[in-house]
């Protein structure tokens, strides 16, 4: 049994800044990517930023959403099974639910898989 736990949501100011965090835990052999993704309401979920690791401790090829480049930084702790999001110079348009997505193989060697965390809420607001 895989599980993603994710912490740092909350309500911030536009141009503020805010870190997300995304721990696995349970039956994991190896995790080859972690990432994170938004759903708004009444918007389809997308995706934020991935980190695929390259086998390296804690380096990763990292894919951005055209919305966040520049401002959101994605990286890795394959030692630690965690992944983080530094999001910088917030928008009211980033409002969002993040949700947080693994591809892992379990120690039962079944996949490799994709598990969600449950999600946490980011509002930028005045």
């Known amino acids: 049994h895989v599980q993603l736990v994710e912490s740092g949501g909350g309500l911030v100011q536009p141009g503020g800044s805010l870190r997300l965090s995304c721990a696995a835990s349970g039956t994991i052999y190896s995790i080859k990517r972690m990432g994170w993704y938004r759903q708004a309401p009444g918007k389809e979920r997308e995706l934020v930023a991935r980190?695929?690791?390259?086998?390296?401790?804690?380096?990763?090829?990292?894919n951005y959403a055209d919305s966040v480049m520049g401002r959101f930084v994605i990286s890795g702790n394959n030692g630690k099974n965690t992944v983080y999001l530094q999001m910088n110079n917030l928008k009211t348009g980033d409002t969002a639910v993040y949700y947080c997505?693994?591809?892992?193989?379990?120690?039962?060697?079944?996949?490799?898989?994709?598990?969600w965390g449950q999600g946490t809420q980011i509002t930028v607001s005045s």
């Open positions: 997505k693994s591809l892992i193989i379990d120690s039962n060697n079944h996949g490799p898989e994709d598990y």
């Open positions: 980190i695929t690791f390259t086998g390296v401790t804690n380096s990763g090829v990292t």
